[in-house]
């Protein structure tokens, strides 16, 4: 499965930016989808994640829980990051991923399918 990340921008501190992970090749049908970030200087930490198994499991991390929103569109084929309330210390390149693995899975080396990045930067 191919992934396309999109949707990162420059935001003001309290704005909001909407991601996009699109799925070509393969659907999401039977794969786990996860958002990670990566800061400059820093190791890439897990954002959220969602089952496709079961469109209504999510995981969030403690950091964004309650800011952020993942969700998925079968018939896009596509997941979605909700970032609402963006804080300076979000500012990072965001990547989707996707395993096959039993899922939930936290670390960014459990997944094998990435996008290519998208840069989300939230000034103070």
């Known amino acids: 499965v191919q992934l396309q990340a999109s949707g990162g921008g420059l935001v003001q501190t309290g704005g909001s930016l909407r991601l996009s992970c699109a799925a070509s090749?393969?659907?999401?049908?039977?794969?786990?989808v996860g958002w990670f970030r990566q800061a400059p200087g820093k190791e890439r930490e897990f954002v959220a994640a969602?089952?496709?198994?079961?469109?209504?499991?999510?995981y969030y991390s403690n950091y964004v829980k309650g800011r952020f929103t993942i969700s998925g569109n079968n018939a896009k084929n596509t997941v979605y990051l909700q970032m609402n309330s963006l804080k300076p210390e979000d500012t990072a390149v965001y990547y989707c991923?996707?395993?096959?693995?039993?899922?939930?899975?936290?670390?960014?080396?459990?997944?094998?399918?990435w996008g290519q990045g998208t840069q989300v930067t939230v000034s103070s």
């Open positions: 991923a996707a395993t096959q693995k039993s899922f939930p899975r936290w670390a960014f080396d459990e997944y094998d399918y």
């Open positions: 969602i089952s496709w198994r079961s469109i209504s499991s999510t």
């Open positions: 090749g393969r659907t999401f049908s039977s794969y786990g």
